[in-house]
């Protein structure tokens, strides 16, 4: 599969929590945790998993950093 989006993050599933129509997917990125919210109906087509292999691919109009 060919993509525009250029912020591309691979990793492993760690926990999902699936709620009635939304699940939380988390993923260990390089040590770093990201979570992604996406529907329970995405979780069982792509057949995820705790340990699954996973790239996030992030496309985003606005990205908002801050300084501890």
Do not use: F, W
């Not at 492993?12 to 040590?31: F, L, M, P, Q, S």
């Not at 990201?34 to 998993?49: C, Y």
Request: hydrophobic share 45%.
């Amino acid at each position: 599969m060919r993509l525009s989006a250029r912020n591309q993050l691979a990793g492993t599933v760690t926990k999902i929590h699936e709620g009635a129509a939304i699940g939380n997917v988390e993923i260990d990125v390089a040590g770093q945790r990201l979570v992604s919210s996406i529907t329970v109906e995405a979780i069982h087509e792509l057949g995820l998993r705790e340990g699954s292999e996973v790239i996030a691919i992030v496309k985003a109009s606005d990205v908002i950093l801050a300084t501890p």
